[in-house]
């Protein structure tokens, strides 16, 4: 039996975007895209992708849908998954759908879900590197009334279930949950794989399978926000940091020390 | 007048959660009535104590809804439907994270998390957090009833504030379906203090160059009685536990002395740290982003600095 996954993916600017290179149009309440770095997918949903590729090195016969909702995509960032081994790309894009609220875009999420599933496994990364919420895939579980475990470190195909384990403060959890459940994956996980050229060339000849808005039988009224944001802005900072300076780096060291006493921080 | 439901966590010693200490202070703010707070399992000293007007208990949280919290989300789910409170609080936690996300999509409501700061101006709720890694801060106003918050560890102080609460207790007579179900939980064996309780956490990232520096790291830790720390790139390369992470995805701590050996200070990082009284950084790039958020900092190669350092807090301390 085929087990179907889909891997909830994000378009994210490039976390590792240099401070100096990060600017908002403060007009738009938007990122101004760096020059030169392009976007790439959210690094934890290649987590989510990696899982899904270690059911199948572990022998499961699994089928692999990536789904995205956005626009502008860029198709050398959205087709990574692809070339790590994923089966299929599909793309919900349609103006505005990059600014949706975790409300609206479960919405969509789930109106795709209910006409290509059903899925046996929902996997997402733990939350996204722009918005930091990591609130999609908790709320897709609330709208279908699907099981719901965060924050998985491991999971192996047990049957008709799935064995997962669950990373907490100091150790993790194992737990049991059924199929289909959702479960979001975090990057204790380890790191996603990186595409071999034979996956380059799989991925550059497969095409995504585009959906509007309308194909899934959506407005743009029925996605509505529940957050409204109002400003974006990069916070001014104004501390002046106090550099300790002795003869040598030793010297540097001692007197860092005998400072921090000066303060009674130590 | 705007009402206000705090949900209070209580910890593993049996004490209130700093966070919901905090969350206390920040929902007394939102409010000229008097606030609930909801609180699993029996309301015993130190809950009784809690500065808000009523407590409501709900059932204690099972072993095996830890982490899932299917129960204490339908618990909470009908305790707001019934009681119609116009902003949920949560404290940043695990648990905070979860019920507060399904509860908002169960109540199709909304739902802002991780907050630094919340008000509530004649009924309209505005929230600010932190985004992109802490590298950008987000202003929103909340459109849908309730609003449903978790707030950052030290975003607010506890204010010493105490009340005496009349304690009422709330049945859902619900019981969730139990589909998922936590068989095992297994702890890490940790030397010293807790990282997230430490007034000293002696940090290292990438700069460090593999797993070997963690020795004099943890050395420096105990002279300080104070735990270590590590930026999430010296995990993910397996120099060190993930249980040491510090940053967005990883601990958020707030030492007196928060210091960072080798990390760079990507704003990812800095989000586990900013809340420290003062972050000493020392690095050989004077370029770094540590230098713009630190209070001391030392240019230089930590192989050379740290020994003198270490040696001369020993004298110090002895």
Redesign the interface.
């Known amino acids: 039996m085929t087990v179907r996954i889909v891997v909830l993916a994000k378009q994210v600017p490039d976390p590792e975007t240099p401070p100096s290179q990060f600017k908002i149009d403060e007009s738009t309440n938007s990122v101004i895209p760096a020059n030169g770095v392009p976007p790439v997918v959210n690094g934890f949903d290649l987590n989510a992708v990696e899982a899904a590729l270690r059911l199948r090195d572990s022998g499961a016969d699994v089928e692999i849908t990536v789904l995205s909702v956005g626009s502008d995509f860029v198709m050398d960032a959205m087709k990574k998954p692809l070339a790590m081994g994923a089966d299929r790309l599909v793309l919900v894009d349609d103006a505005g759908l990059d600014k949706l609220d975790a409300s609206a875009t479960v919405k969509v999420l789930a109106a795709v879900i209910e006409k290509d599933g059903p899925f046996d496994l929902i996997l997402g990364g733990r939350q996204a590197s722009d918005w930091d919420q990591g609130h999609v895939a908790l709320g897709l579980a609330e709208v279908l009334g699907l099981p719901l475990v965060s924050l998985v470190q491991k999971l192996e195909m047990d049957g008709a279930s799935v064995s997962l384990q669950r990373v907490i403060p100091d150790g993790y959890q194992m737990i049991t949950a059924p199929v289909p459940s959702i479960l979001t994956i975090t990057n204790e996980l380890g790191e996603p794989r990186y595409p071999n050229l034979r996956g380059i060339m799989q991925a550059s000849r497969k095409k995504p399978e585009i959906l509007s808005l309308g194909d899934i039988g959506l407005t743009s009224d029925d996605l509505a926000p529940r957050l409204e944001l109002k400003r974006l802005y990069v916070p001014e900072s104004n501390r002046q940091v106090e550099l300790i300076k002795g003869e040598d780096e030793a010297d540097s060291g001692k007197k860092l020390a005998l400072r921090l006493r000066e303060e009674k921080l130590i | 007048m705007t009402s206000v439901l705090l949900v209070a966590e209580i910890d593993d010693q049996g004490a209130i959660s700093q966070t919901t200490l905090q969350a206390v202070t920040a929902a007394n703010g939102l409010t000229s009535a008097e606030i609930t707070a909801v609180v699993a399992g029996e309301a015993t000293e130190p809950v009784t104590s809690l500065a808000v007007g009523k407590i409501v208990t709900i059932s204690a949280i099972d072993d095996a809804d830890?982490?899932?919290y299917d129960q204490a989300t339908t618990d909470i789910a009908a305790l707001v439907s019934s009681t119609k409170p116009d902003i949920v609080v949560f404290g940043k936690s695990?648990f905070g994270?979860?019920v507060g996300?399904?509860l908002?999509?169960?109540s199709?409501?909304?739902?802002?998390?991780?907050c630094i700061e919340i008000s509530n101006a004649d009924g309209t709720v505005?929230i600010t957090?932190?985004?992109?890694?802490g590298?950008?801060?987000?202003?929103?106003?909340?459109?849908?009833t309730p609003a449903i918050v978790t707030l950052r560890a030290g975003a607010y102080e506890p204010d010493g504030e105490t009340g005496s609460p009349a304690v009422e207790a709330f049945a859902s007579n619900e019981r969730a379906s139990r589909?998922?179900?936590?068989?095992?939980?297994?702890?890490?064996a940790?030397d010293g203090v807790?990282l997230?309780d430490a007034n000293?956490v002696v940090s290292g990232g990438r700069g460090l160059g593999g797993p070997e520096p963690f020795s004099v790291l943890a050395d420096l830790a105990q002279a300080?009685d104070g735990a270590v720390g590590a930026s999430?790139a010296a995990c993910?390369a397996g120099w060190i536990d993930?249980?040491h992470q510090v940053g967005?995805?990883g601990?958020s701590v707030s030492p007196?002395?928060y210091i960072a050996i080798g990390i760079s200070g990507?704003?990812?990082h800095m989000?586990g740290c900013s809340s420290s009284?003062?972050i000493?950084?020392?690095n050989k790039d004077a370029d770094s982003?540590i230098?713009?958020?630190?209070?001391?900092?030392?240019?230089?190669?930590w192989e050379?600095?740290?020994?003198?350092?270490?040696?001369?807090?020993r004298e110090?301390?002895a």
Do not use: C, M
């Open positions: 830890i982490g899932v695990d994270s979860i996300a399904r908002a999509f169960r199709d409501s909304a739902f802002a998390s991780d505005k957090r932190p985004v992109y890694g590298s950008a801060l987000a202003e929103f106003e909340i459109s849908s589909t998922v179900s936590v068989t095992d939980t297994v702890s890490e940790r807790r997230e000293f300080l999430r993910d993930h249980s967005l995805t601990k007196d002395v990507a704003s990812q989000a009284r003062a000493v950084a020392i982003n230098f713009k958020e630190a209070r001391f900092g030392v240019v230089g190669d050379k600095v740290l020994p003198s350092f270490l040696a001369t807090v110090l301390k």
